[in-house]
């Protein structure tokens, strides 16, 4: 059953999404932000954590957990090291997916041209 609701929440994440970007002038890169800004919000109260419990992997998938992976991570290294903590834990946990995107980015310019 974990697996219909990873499934849901996934693509009910997708859903409001689309619907954001057909009803406003917003575009794809607002609405990414605002859906990091969420997922920053839910973790700070620690609404993620449960809904990750709730729904599994599911929720790790999404661009909300971005924005879970910024809070978790500082909020875990500030209560160790203080205000230094805040900035140093918001990239221990999401440094190996920005040098995989960066990486990969790289590769993939290398064999593909932009259009115009």
Do not use: E, R, W
Request: net charge neutral; with cysteine; glycine share 10%.
């Amino acid at each position: 059953m974990i697996y219909v609701y990873s499934f849901l929440f996934c693509g009910f994440v997708c859903l409001i999404g689309q619907l954001i970007l057909d009803n406003t002038k917003l575009t794809a890169g607002h609405i990414t932000s605002i859906f990091v800004v969420v997922g920053s919000f839910l973790d700070t109260f620690s609404i993620y954590d449960k809904i990750i419990n709730y729904v599994g992997a599911g929720a790790l998938v999404p661009i909300t957990s971005f924005g879970h992976s910024l809070i978790h991570g500082a909020l875990a290294k500030a209560s160790d090291m203080g205000i230094m903590g805040l900035l140093m834990g918001m990239f221990d946990l999401t440094a190996s997916g920005i040098t995989a995107a960066i990486v990969f980015t790289f590769i993939f310019t290398l064999f593909f041209q932009a259009k115009n």
